[in-house]
């Protein structure tokens, strides 16, 4: 499911970019900046690569199980809910220093799309995934120092960027962990007034 909520970003980023530029080519890409040996991703060059750089359970989320109205022969299925997660992109200019600025350019455009699209649905995007509830982006700050570490995390050196959080991934699931008999019949009142 991460990887397909990624490539509706990457996808919804790249057709906004077009629209706007008229470029005919992709200018945004979903991969990592290097490979594990330490050498350059191919095919990111001159590009606005959005990597995957952190993922964190949202502990604000329930993991209790819920009941779930739904009846099977007289009894409640009792289900967990979905799974709430925050995952970590971070969109870097891997422009070369000749086309440092029209990386500048893209890296500012992104940022653009991102404050007029705060939220992904199946509303303003269609093709979503109706898996996933709703995608909440917002920009993370990051101090030099925090800045220095997540680029030695990455193994290079760095580009111009900048760090979103989605909020709250919902990823349903229907594992049923019990069922629970229900009471059918006719309403009874008490006398409490």
Same mark, same amino acid.
């Given at each position: 499911?991460?990887?397909?909520i990624?490539?509706? $970003?990457?996808? *919804?980023?790249n057709?906004?970019?077009k629209?706007?530029?008229?470029?005919? @080519?992709? =200018?945004v $890409?979903?991969?990592?900046?290097v !490979?594990?040996?330490?050498?350059?991703?191919?095919?990111?060059?001159n %590009?606005?690569?959005?990597?995957?750089?952190?993922?964190?359970?949202?502990?604000?989320?329930?993991?209790?199980? +819920? +009941?779930?109205?739904?009846?099977e022969?007289? &009894?409640?299925? %009792? &289900?967990?809910?979905?799974?709430?997660? #925050?995952l970590?992109?971070m969109? *870097? &200019?891997?422009?070369?220093a000749?086309?440092?600025? @029209?990386?500048?350019?893209?890296?500012?455009? &992104?940022? @653009?799309?991102?404050? %007029?699209?705060?939220?992904?649905?199946?509303?303003?995007?269609?093709? =979503?995934?109706? =898996?996933?509830g709703?995608?909440?982006?917002? =920009?993370?700050?990051l101090?030099?120092r925090?800045l220095?570490?997540?680029? *030695? $995390?990455?193994? #290079? %050196?760095?580009?111009?960027?900048?760090?979103y959080?989605?909020?709250?991934l919902?990823?349903?699931? @229907?594992? +049923?962990?019990?069922?629970?008999?229900?009471?059918?019949? !006719?309403?009874?009142?008490?006398?409490?007034?």
């Amino acid at each position: 499911m991460i990887n397909t909520i990624l490539e509706l $970003v990457t996808g *919804s980023l790249n057709r906004y970019l077009k629209n706007r530029f008229e470029f005919s @080519e992709h =200018m945004v $890409v979903l991969s990592s900046l290097v !490979e594990p040996d330490g050498s350059m991703a191919p095919a990111t060059d001159n %590009k606005l690569v959005i990597s995957l750089v952190g993922i964190e359970r949202d502990t604000c989320a329930s993991t209790t199980p +819920v +009941v779930n109205t739904k009846k099977e022969g007289g &009894a409640a299925a %009792k &289900a967990r809910p979905g799974i709430r997660l #925050n995952l970590y992109i971070m969109a *870097s &200019a891997n422009f070369s220093a000749t086309n440092y600025n @029209e990386g500048l350019k893209i890296l500012s455009h &992104a940022i @653009e799309f991102f404050q %007029k699209n705060p939220v992904f649905t199946r509303h303003n995007i269609p093709d =979503m995934d109706p =898996m996933i509830g709703k995608l909440v982006f917002s =920009m993370e700050n990051l101090s030099i120092r925090d800045l220095s570490s997540l680029w *030695s $995390v990455i193994s #290079n %050196k760095y580009v111009p960027s900048v760090l979103y959080k989605i909020h709250v991934l919902v990823i349903e699931t @229907e594992s +049923v962990v019990g069922r629970i008999q229900t009471i059918e019949g !006719e309403d009874i009142q008490s006398g409490i007034r």
